[in-house]
């Protein structure tokens, strides 16, 4: 029969070890996390045809936002959408954005700090709005400006 302690140590053990692969899983470029004030005030990645945009989803005392929530892009940019704290996701409506065509299908949920969204700015110029699905009837929403 097995020994008490052993069993114990068995089941706390697997949630630690499931941390760790998550942790590992969630690992990457596209999912470092900064903390601190330095957070989500970075200088734009350059890259070649445009520059990566920094984007931060939050969910804190002050409410459910994006940071910035306005945004001026050119062709070619990537905006990155970072989790800072919540859940939150990214989606172009149909319906606030009449008469555009290519706009992105609305993203996953993004559940896990320094969880990123990419999306290039392949649809055109012109005004685009988009919101947090779940945070949208909360104000959660903001526009991207895309111009030459």
């Not at 970075?42 to 890259?47: F, I, L, M, S, V």
């Not at 172009?92 to 999306?119: C, H, R, V």
């Not at 055109?124 to 929403?141: E, I, S």
Request: overall charge negative; hydrophobic content about 35%; some cysteine.
């Amino acid at each position: 029969m097995p020994h008490p302690a052993r069993h114990c140590r068995f089941w706390i053990a697997v949630p630690a070890v499931l941390v760790l692969v998550s942790g590992a899983c969630a690992g990457g470029k596209d999912s470092e996390h900064k903390e601190g004030p330095e957070a989500g005030k970075e200088e734009p990645e350059k890259r070649e045809g445009g520059q990566v945009i920094a984007i931060t989803a939050t969910t804190d005392e002050k409410g459910n936002y994006f940071t910035p929530s306005e945004i001026q892009a050119h062709p070619g940019d990537i905006l990155r959408f970072t989790l800072v704290v919540g859940v939150h996701n990214v989606h172009f409506l149909p319906d606030s954005n009449a008469g555009k065509s290519g706009l992105p299908a609305p993203s996953e949920l993004l559940q896990l700090p320094g969880q990123t969204i990419d999306i290039p700015m392949t649809f055109g110029k012109g005004t685009f709005y988009f919101q947090c699905d779940p945070h949208a009837a909360l104000g959660m929403k903001g526009h991207v400006k895309v111009e030459d």
